[in-house]
């Protein structure tokens, strides 16, 4: 069609005239912003003596007042390629009446091309997984995210650009909350002698390989990658806890360190930049390390302060609010991993078994508050159960010292997480606003 024209054409007739350069999935959508439903829109195969290169053969539209329109496509009983025998085509050729069965055949044709769209783009509304996005976080799972090949094939999938190399090793931690304590620690085999108790936790090594130090339009490779990390990859191993170190490792360098004048013109930074030596020589930067899933203080967020209200909130944030704050940061935090201090946290793996978990946490969250939470004073820490007699549940009650107002830390022993709740006389109610 000459392009001058298409001013003076409407929508269908370009469409119309158009057809055959469209891709299906274009096609429907363009359809569908104008304004037809998908249930506007019905599918039938071309004959077989239609042959074409593309999937859409044609298109027509229902004329007004009815709305709708008829795809064409070389798919279908009867066109080319077609399953059914040749025989059979021949007797409806020779029957009486052939456009009859024809009219009759289609609402199969429909139903075949409505399946064929549904298998080839699951995503869209209606396909065969309901809701799409939860049935790639259940295969995603499924791939078992604790193997070098599997995380290898991640990576390599989000850095195409770029080598990836990925090994396992052990991150080394330690605990002090194994330690024996005069009068409160038993002779169970669970207790050790001497203060810190070392353990390891199995991890992996991700190193990114760049050969340069910026990609082909000039950007520097650091903050790609780490950005990329952050809103892709990051998310998707956030459930799976995962002791990680990410390293950007630069093979070849274009600026070096120099000593120079003090009146040149350019002047360089000594520290900062790479020494040059007699070889080359990989430069390596660490972009992340830590545990998948634990809590980071991003940019622009501010961190775990104590007395917050003082600071940042000022006076619309209640002492309640700010004890509720300080405390989530406080138990938020492995021990051992997340702060200078040793005492400062929770620890988070190491137990042998259920008793010596639910011993060592009403340990640890006494001790958290009394040290880094003198506005409240602990009232009293029970065991909840389930309708098995387990343990479900540890319910620790607190009390503030300046207002007398109760609140209520419930402990959540199958997930590890923890939540504020209102307390009354008779024990949590229900979630509170803090």
Known sequence: M????HAGATFEQRITEEARRFDLRALLEVLHDRGYAREDILFEGAREDATSATIVEAIRFRDPPARGAVITLNLGLFSDGTLLPSYFLEVIEDSPDPERFHDF????EHRLCEGYMRAVYPEDPGGPYGDYQRALGAFFRMLGLGSVSTLQWLWQLHFPELKVRVTRRAFASETASHAFR????????????GRVYPWEAAGFIVDI??????????RPWPGLVRARMSARLLPLLDPFRIPLLVRLVVLYHASWAKVEASLAEAQGYLGYERLRDAAASPHTMILYRGVTGERRAGEGEQ??????????GGSAVSEAEDVVRNLRHVLGTKRGAGYFLRSFGLTDVGYRTQEEMVVTLMTEIEENIRLYEPRVELVDMDEGYDDDGGRAHLEVRLRLRSTEERLALVVDLATRTFDFRAETKDGPSGPGST
């Open 303 to 312: 961190g775990g302060m104590f007395l917050y209200k003082h600071f940042v």
């Open 105 to 108: 055949i289609r609402f199969f």
């Open 209 to 218: 390989i760049a050969e340069d130090e910026t990609d082909e339009k000039g």
């Open 182 to 193: 005069t009068g409160e620690s038993r002779l169970d085999g669970t207790g050790i002698i």
């Open 2 to 5: 000459d392009p001058g024209n």
